[in-house]
């Protein structure tokens, strides 16, 4: 889906579905369940405003776009879509039926809360939106408040917990994750070790491929580096590079006006990659992002469709 797509969808689907709120709750031993909200039906009503109200404000950015998640980076107005086959427990536990308890949750309970799960049904489609709760948005009845009623000032002797229908992630279908808020899936819900570990997993294969001398490097750098992680957990998935010949592929290092004169090679031939620079370029190769324009015979990167000089990789002699 393009950014319209997804607005008219998701809209469609809130405007018209039934509506159903559920608590995610972390238990004393660990696993997380979901849990009935008990909740009436002018509150779900005022609920489903505020979760419209949301998407509309973050649809109306002219600026939005829709990009994978593994390729994230550092810019705005970005809804990633989640591309790594290997799904978090939070996803599991959301679409998953059987961990849905008859329990209803109580306030009693707070401490345990993770967030909300709010699912629109219509039809046979369905989508579940995901609200991180922080504990500043719960209101203890121990603490002493005081509303206005009937021109006086009266003591609120009950816990509040406030709803901002703020949107973390939104699944489609049991099918495609979108995430609004990409820090909640990093600081909270474990996608940096996910990524991580994937990275780890397919820097073996690369190595198996007989490409590179050594991984040393590039291991350390996916357990010190998100963005280097997410960029080989992603290549390596989708790399057409490794269905070519082995000789094929050093030949075009070899004449490239990118990769020409910029990697050492052991005595077997293969490449060192021993620094930063080295695997970022080596990670352009994997995904083919270098391309030569028919027209003019330049070779542009592909992400980003900036002309790309031999010089740009010009490392220093030392």
């Known amino acids: 889906m393009n950014v319209a797509e997804l607005k008219e969808y998701i809209i469609r689907i809130m405007g018209n579905g039934i509506i159903e709120l559920y608590f995610l709750v972390k238990s004393k031993s660990g696993p997380l369940s979901v849990e009935n909200s008990n909740i009436n039906i002018s509150a779900l009503n005022m609920v489903r405003q505020a979760y419209l109200k949301k998407i509309e404000d973050i649809f109306s950015n002219e600026d939005l776009s829709i990009m994978d998640l593994t390729t994230s980076d550092d810019r705005k107005n970005v809804i990633y879509k989640y591309d790594l086959n290997e799904p978090l427990e939070i996803f599991s536990t959301i679409l ?68 901002t229908g703020k949107v973390d992630f939104i699944n489609i279908n049991s099918d495609s994750w979108y995430i609004f808020k990409i820090d909640t899936l990093v600081k909270v819900f474990g996608f940096h070790e996910k990524i991580k570990n994937v990275a780890l997993n397919r820097a073996e294969v690369i190595y198996q491929h007989g490409l590179v001398s050594s991984i040393d490097r590039l291991s350390y750098l996916i357990d010190t580096k ?23 592929i050093m030949a075009y290092i070899d004449t490239s006006p990118v990769f020409k004169g910029q990697f ?25 992002d270098i391309l030569k324009s028919e027209l003019t015979e330049l070779e542009y990167d592909v992400k980003a469709k900036d002309l790309v000089l031999s010089d740009d990789f010009t490392t220093p002699s030392i």
């Open 226 to 248: 998100f963005t280097i992680a997410k960029k080989v957990a992603k290549i390596c998935k989708d790399s057409k590079v490794f269905s070519l010949d082995k000789d094929k």
């Open 96 to 163: 998953n039926s059987k961990q849905y308890t008859d329990e209803s949750f109580s306030l009693k309970e707070i401490s345990s809360l993770c967030g909300f799960i709010v699912k629109f049904k219509c039809d046979k489609e369905e989508i579940s939106l995901f609200t991180k709760h922080y504990p500043t948005s719960f209101i203890s009845s121990s603490r002493f408040f005081f509303w206005e009623d009937k021109l006086r000032l009266t003591y609120l002797n009950k816990s509040i917990l406030e709803f």
């Open 264 to 288: 050492k090679k052991d005595t077997d031939g293969k490449l060192i990659i021993d620094s930063e620079k080295k695997i970022k370029l080596f990670l352009k190769l994997l995904n083919d």
